[in-house]
């Protein structure tokens, strides 16, 4: 857990601040994009951003590293927005209502509080307010995808929580340490 906190203090510090010019569109079609497409991006960056905006850097990319980590663990779905919008879901009352609709044109919604990630079926707005954070979930995003940059720095992750809740699922998983204000776990 020391490692992690030592790795945790020097990204804090080492980390640049970010040019305030940078936009996704420009951070997307630089020629280094080409393993993941800008919806799988902007999935990451959406997570990071309702998950971390509050967080330094390095807890940015704490987030951003479970979400991938996430991807390459058999348990979850395998591209990033199935994994960032991984939820039980219930048919809209809209369209609930007409029986004799076609299923292609049913619409789903999350169940609210059955999410992987809470702000994904928290029932509240999604829209961006914060555009400085906005940026640096962008970047973040890119940055881990694209560069690897700071990728396993919660060794292994699958699970984190607030400092501030005490989730019944945290005591059948390890528990790898803290960044910020949260707590990361990963399967025993």
């Known amino acids: 857990m ?3 906190i030592a790795i945790a203090f020097a990204i804090v ?3 640049p ?3 305030q010019s940078s936009t996704f569109q420009n951070v997307v079609e630089s020629e280094l994009y080409t393993e993941v497409n800008q919806p799988e991006l902007y999935c ?3 997570n990071i951003y309702h998950e ?4 330094l850097h390095v807890g940015m990319y704490a987030v951003a590293d479970v979400t991938i980590n996430r991807v390459y663990d058999t348990r979850y779905p395998n591209t990033i927005c199935d994994v960032v919008k991984d939820a039980k879901m219930k048919e809209s009352w809209k369209t609930k209502q007409y029986p004799e609709l076609d299923d292609s044109q049913r619409v789903y919604i999350p169940i609210r509080n059955m999410c992987q990630f809470s702000w994904y079926c928290d029932g509240r707005s999604d829209a961006v307010q914060d555009n400085d954070s906005w940026r640096m979930a962008q970047e973040v995003a890119y940055r881990i995808v694209k560069e690897k940059k700071y990728r396993g720095i919660t060794e292994g992750a699958t699970h984190y929580h607030a400092t501030y809740v005490s989730p019944s699922w945290r005591t059948s998983l390890d528990l790898v340490g803290r960044i910020g204000t949260h707590i990361f776990y990963r399967w025993m």
């Open 2 to 4: 020391t490692r992690l």
């Open 13 to 15: 510090f080492a980390q």
């Open 17 to 19: 601040m970010m040019a």
């Open 44 to 46: 990451l960056a959406m």
């Open 52 to 55: 971390a905006r509050a967080e």
